[in-house]
């Protein structure tokens, strides 16, 4: 797992019960790389720990990243690794920023965020304003104690922001769809999953989810041995069952780059150049995935005989 540079911890702040929000900047303040919103960066919090968080600031803000993050009892163990280990003056490697819930143009926009999930919503619901577009904003969570920014986004944008103490009614809000609209959703699986079902009769790309976890694909088909090739590279080699793409490449010489190694995070991607992609990612839409012209190879496959990659 490679990084790119490091940023220091700034400024911390609990914006809710069990939410800390990290200001990172750059140890000598020198301006901060671009980002739009959706993006997120990796943060390595020791040699075998790496997350992935969402960006939740402003944009337009070079001097400073900020990040929120949920402490998760029964998480892998980064969430607490943030809110026990990470204090101000902290330097953390990182990666990024990368962005695999890209906002799209839209005339009107349905924001749906569950607790922690609206850190990626924040600046779309900003970016979504500043354009002029017709858009609304969801947002539930257990208690208004556990959800952060509530009072900074009803002050903002009043009655365009709707809180919800407990489960959205997404009968309501989805079961009629709507031309000329995009769904953003973030937050947990039970969510995500609820929403899925509920714009399958939606206009195709009408939505777009965030996923902090990697989807169940308990369901999904065994696969069996297929040949890559690595075309750059002038490289084949084959990739039996149960070994990743991304540990088959290692084996010949070639490194790609990884984080998650779940299919969450997006840092493997590849093009594809032929053959036809198993997706078990949790990032790639239905369409895109039809498309058939990247793949993360860190936990996809193949159905076909043979794969050639751009790598």
């Known amino acids: 797992m490679s990084t790119e540079w490091e940023l220091e911890v700034t400024a911390r702040e609990v914006v809710a019960e069990g939410v800390v929000r990290l200001t990172l900047s750059h140890p000598d303040r020198s301006p901060l790389p671009e980002w739009e919103p959706g993006a997120h960066l ?13 960006l939740c600031g402003d944009p337009c803000d070079r001097e400073a990243y ?16 943030v809110h026990d280990r990470v204090p101000v003056g902290s330097v953390l490697p990182v990666g990024g920023p990368r962005n695999n819930f890209v906002l799209r143009d839209a005339e009107r926009y349905l924001f749906l965020a ?6 990626p919503i924040r600046p779309m619901v900003a970016a979504a304003e500043k354009a002029g577009a017709d858009w609304r904003l969801v947002y539930g969570g257990r208690t208004a104690a556990s959800m952060a920014f509530t009072a900074e986004l009803a002050e903002r944008y009043g009655d365009r922001v709707e809180i919800v103490h407990g489960l959205l009614d997404l009968n309501a809000l989805l079961g009629s769809p709507e031309a000329d609209t995009l769904v ?3 937050g947990p699986e039970p969510l995500l999953a609820a929403v899925e079902e509920r714009c399958a009769a939606w206009p195709t790309g009408s939505l ?3 996923r902090f976890a990697p989807k169940d ?8 041995a297929f040949e890559v090739e690595f075309a750059r590279s002038g490289v084949a080699a084959t990739v039996p069952p149960g070994v990743s793409i991304v540990d088959i490449a290692a084996e010949a010489g070639i490194e790609i780059e990884t984080s998650c ?51």
Do not use: M, N, W
């Not at 990796?42 to 969402?54: K, M, T």
């Not at 900020?66 to 690794?81: I, K, N, Q, T, Y």
């Not at 694909?217 to 069996?224: D, N, W």
């Open 217 to 224: 694909l308990a369901e999904a088909p065994a696969s069996g």
């Open 42 to 54: 990796d943060l390595h919090l020791d040699a075998e720990l790496v997350r992935q968080y969402s």
């Open 114 to 119: 569950g607790g922690i999930g609206i850190t």
């Open 261 to 311: 190694r779940e299919g969450t995070c997006g840092t493997c991607e590849s093009g594809v150049l032929d053959g036809t992609p198993e997706h078990r990612d949790s990032i790639l839409t239905p369409e895109e995935k039809a498309a058939g012209d990247v793949i993360f190879p860190c936990v996809s496959r193949c159905l076909s005989a043979r794969l050639v990659l751009d790598l």
């Open 184 to 186: 953003y959703c973030c």
């Open 66 to 81: 900020h990040v929120a993050v949920l402490r998760e009892p029964a998480g892998r163990g980064g969430s607490a690794h």
């Open 208 to 210: 777009k989810l965030e």
